[in-house]
T-cell receptor
C-alpha cells in the first residue's frame, strides 16, 4: 500500500491566488514527521515545511502552511499568493521513526500569469 | 553555511562501467541519504548512513553500494552499469537520524548510461 498519496498529478493556479496541494498518508506509528519539498525543473529538492505528529499547531513558513488533520491522515500544503516562481513539482514525504523518508509521486504546479 | 554538495554534477558512462558519486553534507550533519529519481519510477530510496553505519537500505541490487567516512562525507558506487541506471541521483543530509530531522538535498548528479 502507498504510504504517501498525492492524488493531483497536475494543478493550475493564477498568479496571486492561493492553492492547496493534497497529501494523505498511511501509518500506524505514533511518532512520524511530514515534509513538503519543491523541485523546480533544475532538479534540486528544496525543503519547504515540516510537521511533527505531536505538533498541535499547523506549521507555517512564510507563504507556505501545512493543513494537518491527524485523524484524517491528511497533510495538505497551502501556498498563499502564488508567484510565477512557484511553478514546480511538489512532493509530500513522511518519515516514521528511524525508517527511511518516503515520498509521494508529486504534484506538478503551474502558476499562470 | 554551505549546502550539500555533490560531485560530479553530470556524468556520461557506458554499459558495464562503474561509477562513484560523492556527497559532502552540510557542516555538522551526520546523516546522509541517497535517492535515485527517474521519470518512470519517481524518487526511490537507496540507502542512509549515520555515523559511518548504514541504517536503512532500499530495494536495489547489490551493484549499488555506499559508504560514509568519518567526516560524514559519503560516496555511492554503481558497478556494471545498465541503461536503466540513467537517473538523477540525489544526496540529502540531516543533523541526526529520525522522524524529526529534516533532510536537505544537494543539486544532484545526473548520470547518463549509453
Amino acid at each position: 500500500a502507498q504510504k504517501i498519496t498525492q492524488t493531483q498529478p497536475g494543478m493550475f493556479v493564477q498568479e496571486k491566488e492561493a492553492v492547496t496541494l493534497d497529501c494523505t498518508y498511511d501509518t500506524s506509528d505514533q511518532s512520524y514527521g511530514l515534509f513538503w519539498y519543491k523541485q523546480p525543473s533544475s532538479g534540486e529538492m528544496i525543503f519547504l515545511i515540516y510537521q511533527g505528529s505531536y505538533d498541535e499547531q499547523n506549521a507555517t513558513e512564510g507563504r507556505y502552511s501545512l493543513n494537518f488533520q491527524k485523524a484524517r491522515k491528511s497533510a495538505n500544503l497551502v501556498i498563499s499568493a502564488s508567484q510565477l516562481g512557484d511553478s514546480a513539482m511538489y512532493f509530500c514525504a513522511m518519515r516514521e521513526g528511524n525508517d527511511k523518508l518516503t515520498f509521494g509521486k508529486g504534484t506538478l504546479l503551474t502558476v499562470n500569469p | 553555511k554551505a549546502g550539500v554538495t555533490q560531485t560530479p554534477r553530470y556524468l556520461i558512462k557506458t554499459r558495464g562501467q562503474q561509477v562513484t558519486l560523492s556527497c559532502s553534507p552540510i557542516s555538522g550533519h551526520r546523516s546522509v541519504s541517497w535517492y535515485q529519481q527517474t521519470p518512470g519510477q519517481g524518487l526511490q530510496f537507496l540507502f542512509e548512513y549515520f555515523s559511518e553505519t548504514q541504517r536503512n537500505k532500499g530495494n536495489f541490487p547489490g551493484r549499488f553500494s555506499g559508504r560514509q567516512f568519518s567526516n560524514s562525507r559519503s560516496e555511492m558506487n554503481v558497478s556494471t552499469l545498465e541503461l536503466g541506471d540513467s537517473a538523477l541521483y540525489l544526496c540529502a543530509s540531516s543533523f541526526a537520524w529520525g522522524s524529526t530531522d529534516t533532510q536537505y538535498f544537494g543539486p544532484g548528479t545526473r548520470l547518463t548510461v549509453l
